[in-house]
């Protein structure tokens, strides 16, 4: 019988490229945020509404909310500036948005360190969440 593993991860898309002077960010970061799986509620027996934030240095966005479900599909793109050598990190927060207002828990975390990827090509990556 098959067996399933039941780490959460989110699957990227990125893109990156490169560009000029000191002042302009060195690329644009594309992202493709797709989807989650097995995600785990805080309350057991529950769901989740769940909305991804991704930042880059101060280049913020955030997901719709997608409700009741532990396995969320985004497919939500956006293009954020990288400043290589300040920021290299893209992070990750999953939070399940309660009662559909502001408030929310966080439930889960994930990073990638863009340096180690090959700039000018597209990866597509499933990050473990933490």
Do not use: Y
Not at 28 to 36: C, F, G, K, N, R
Not at 45 to 63: D, E, M, P
């Amino acid at each position: 019988s098959a067996t399933s593993s039941m780490k959460s991860s989110t699957p990227f898309s990125t893109l990156l490229s490169s560009s000029g002077s000191p002042s302009d960010p060195s690329g644009m970061v594309h992202i493709v945020l797709v989807q989650a799986r097995g995600l785990i509620p805080s309350d057991v027996g529950s769901t989740i509404n769940s909305f991804c934030k991704v930042s880059l240095g101060s280049g913020k966005r955030k997901t719709k909310i997608i409700p009741d479900s532990l396995n969320p599909k985004w497919r939500q793109q956006f293009d954020i500036p990288w400043f290589k050598g300040q920021d290299d990190f893209i992070e990750m927060f999953i939070h399940d948005s309660k009662t559909g207002g502001e408030e929310s828990d966080q439930i889960g975390r994930a990073f990638i360190n863009l340096t180690e990827l090959k700039q000018d090509m597209s990866h597509n990556l499933w990050i473990p969440i933490k």
